[in-house]
């Protein structure tokens, strides 16, 4: 499983993003793909899930404001990222699972920056 992130950028409090999460390789085994997102000085937490089922998951800090969200033609998943604050400034990493193996996978991360 290879994950490529990409959609990262500099925006200013209340703007939006969305980024992109692109899967390939063994992706009929991919049970959940996430995004976590890590700050300077502060461990990497969970943003967001979506399982293969679409049931999805939320830190509550980002709930109403983020949305996870696929498109199987494109083997891609989005996080849309609405009313960005000053906190949610982070390097942004997409994480698959395989619940088969046990294993997780995670793609280079890309840079939230958003100004107050």
């Known amino acids: 499983v290879q994950l490529q992130a990409s959609g990262g950028g500099l925006v200013q409090t209340g703007e939006s993003l969305r980024l992109s999460c692109a899967t390939s390789g063994s992706i009929s085994s991919i049970t959940t793909v996430a995004w976590y997102r890590q700050a300077p000085g502060k461990l990497r937490e969970l943003v967001a899930g979506i399982s293969t089922g679409d049931s999805t998951t939320y830190a509550d800090s980002v709930k109403g404001r983020f949305t996870i969200s696929r498109d199987n033609a494109k083997n891609t998943v989005y996080l849309h990222m609405n009313n960005l604050k000053p906190d949610d400034t982070a390097v942004y990493y997409c994480?698959?699972?395989?619940?088969?193996?046990?294993?997780?996978?995670w793609g280079q991360g890309t840079l939230v920056t958003v100004s107050s």
């Open positions: 994480n698959a699972y395989v619940h088969e193996t046990r294993l997780h996978y």
